[in-house]
């Protein structure tokens, strides 16, 4: 799988926007761009995933940009229960390799 | 409707005993994931099903054995446990194999120490 860059923390207000930037620069035309988080002391769980286009859902919006060499994850107002950490992965959309990779992910911090 | 659950929560060997974690779900899934997290570390694949009866070799499956008899239950095995695999253990199924549109679902997770 194609690797990607998170920075290690990040740190927002309550009721603010959060923007979780992804790098991806080896990308290829079939991977899909998937979002987890992982509460504390929790399983992971899904957020959202998107190939080209811009998505979203009831928990969050993603963003990617033109070339796909980078996508951003958006907390439209941030909670406190949404401090976590998030994680971008790759996926071949066509693919049969069932290896994930999760890479450190981001750590956000959610200021009351 | 409980998901993905796995036994036990917490667990504390002593290096070289044996033990078996279990993880059931209820979501008719063919296809089940035994992952392992290291203190600030993500998740790394042990070993995965595609289905009742598979099994096979993911990221770090040394040290550790796996079947699937029924289809909603996957144990994972440590034969004689060392120090080393002290981790936290999440089991997760998915309704077919990672895709385009096919979320995992991930257990609570067993925390695990081997003294």
């Known amino acids: 799988d194609a690797k990607t860059t998170q920075p290690n923390s990040m740190e927002s207000n309550e009721e603010e926007p959060v923007h979780l930037p992804c790098n991806h620069s080896?990308?290829?035309?079939?991977?899909?761009i998937h979002w987890y988080r992982q509460l504390p002391s929790q399983g992971p769980e899904y957020v959202i995933h998107g190939l080209t286009s811009n998505v979203n859902n009831r928990m969050a919006s993603l963003a990617i940009a033109e070339d796909r060499k980078s996508s951003t994850l958006i907390l439209h107002r941030a909670t406190l229960r949404d401090a976590a950490v998030y994680y971008c992965?790759?996926?071949?959309?066509?693919?049969?390799?069932?290896?994930?990779?999760f890479g450190k992910g981001t750590l956000l911090t959610v200021n009351p | 409707n409980a998901g993905v659950t796995q036994t036990p929560k917490f667990r504390v060997l002593k290096t070289g005993q044996s033990m078996t974690l279990l993880c059931a779900q209820d979501?008719?899934?063919?296809?089940m994931y035994w992952y392992r997290q290291d203190p600030g570390m993500g998740l790394r694949l042990i070993h995965y099903s595609v289905g009742e009866g598979t099994t096979a070799k993911g990221e770090v499956p040394d040290g550790y054995n796996v079947s699937r008899l029924k289809k909603q239950n996957f144990l994972l095995g440590l034969e004689s446990a060392a120090p080393s695999q002290t981790s936290v253990y999440f089991c997760a199924s998915s309704y077919i194999g990672w895709s385009s549109y096919n979320e995992q679902f991930f257990g609570p997770g067993t925390r695990l120490t081997v003294l």
């Open positions: 080896t990308i290829s035309g079939t991977d899909y």
């Open positions: 992965i790759l996926r071949d959309g066509g693919g049969s390799n069932y290896k994930l990779t």
């Open positions: 979501m008719n899934h063919e296809y």
